[in-house]
């Protein structure tokens, strides 16, 4: 086979989130939390929620036509769908094949990735990748959750998660721009720190189960505090140093939105000014592999990002997952 190497780049993006707003002063009024402890350390004041019959892939198929759209490409011009997701509608079949069908993208192959909050980092890089070597030119990456679903509403961690669906479409270019780098961990020896446990092998669908609340998301916040602030730094030291990037010529960092203590830490590590940081958290909390691609989409359309602009990636997930990434947009 003839060795191919392509330059990547974002070519269109798109988002959703779902109409219905809670307040953090409206979960207060059920939740053992308290708003304005939620706005001063998470840096959330409110999130989206699905409504009963809006699943992942629901809000996912509206984010990737809006992408689509925004490309100025057709959904039969897509040969590639990945969905970053860890609240897929079912086990099988993948959230992406459904989006396929409910966006008639019939020439694509379509496969999720499961990274959780490093969902659409790890979906980005695997899909230029195959551009990179000619195996695939239009690539549809979504990300997008509805933690809602497993938030366990009585307990005062209810208030970290939103929903929404990001996406982008990635082709190939001839120009030097596009990305420059990504750097992609994981470290199993995390996975009891943000967990899912239910519904899968070990704890299948039973009444046992679902009574011994196994269907929510269970979270040691101290051990992602502490991780994330390690882990984000040292991903994107290293992409830096892959491309002989120095912090002062970063535009903007695009991060994951854990908290907003966590990005603060980062980016006093790193050395970025935090005014270079984006952040949504305040409008949508946590949204899972939804935030990248929900920020990206939002300063694409607010004209943040300019032709030559050094944009970083990083996220840091369940698993654990993290990553960098490094692109100059055009
Ligand atoms: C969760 C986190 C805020 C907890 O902070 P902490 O200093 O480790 O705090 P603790 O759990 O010991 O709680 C300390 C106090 O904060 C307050 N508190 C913690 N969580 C709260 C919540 N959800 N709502 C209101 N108050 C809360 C309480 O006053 C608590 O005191 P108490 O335990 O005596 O009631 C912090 O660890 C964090 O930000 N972790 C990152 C989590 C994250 O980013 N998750 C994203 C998912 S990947």
């Known amino acids: 086979m003839q060795q ?15 109409e219905t707003v809670y307040t953090n002063e409206y979960i207060e009024t059920f939740a053992p939390t308290n708003a304005a402890w939620v706005e001063e350390n998470l840096g959330i004041k409110e999130r989206r929620i699905a409504s009963e ?23 039969e011009d897509i040969d590639l769908i990945i969905v970053a997701t860890s609240t897929p509608d079912r086990l099988a079949p993948s959230t992406a094949a459904i989006v396929q069908d409910k966006i008639q993208a019939y020439n694509s192959v379509a496969f999720d990735l499961a990274a959780v909050c490093s969902g659409f980092l790890f979906s980005i890089s695997t899909a230029a990748q195959f551009i990179a070597t000619g195996v695939y030119n239009n690539a549809l990456v979504i990300g997008a959750d509805t933690f809602s679903k497993i938030i366990d509403w009585s307990r005062r961690d209810c208030v970290f998660f939103g929903d929404g669906a990001g996406a982008a479409v990635l082709t190939h270019t001839e120009s030097d721009k596009g990305f420059l780098a990504f750097r992609l961990y994981t470290d199993g020896r995390g996975k009891w720190n943000f967990t899912i446990p239910g519904g899968g092998s070990e704890y299948p669908l039973s009444h046992e189960n679902v009574d011994a609340g196994h269907r929510y998301f269970q979270m040691v916040g101290k051990a992602v505090y502490e991780t994330g602030i390690k882990v984000l730094p040292k991903a994107i030291n290293q992409v830096l140093a892959d491309t002989g990037t120095s912090i002062d010529q970063v535009d903007y960092l695009i991060p994951h939105q854990p908290s907003i203590r966590i ?39 607010a004209g943040k990002l300019k032709p030559g602009s050094l944009i970083l990636f990083a996220a840091v997930g369940s698993g654990w997952t993290y990553g960098a990434s490094l692109i100059r947009w055009s």
């Open 4 to 18: 191919i190497v392509r330059n990547v780049r974002i070519i269109g993006t798109g988002s959703y989130v779902p």
């Open 53 to 75: 019959d809006q699943p992942t892939s629901d809000l996912a198929a509206k984010a990737g036509l809006k992408a689509i759209e925004s490309a100025g490409l057709k959904p």
């Open 263 to 301: 990005l603060k830490d980062t980016a006093k590590i790193i050395g970025l000014p935090f005014e270079k940081v984006m952040t949504n958290m305040d409008r949508y909390a946590n949204t899972s592999g939804g935030t990248i691609p929900i920020l990206l989409d939002e300063a694409n359309k």
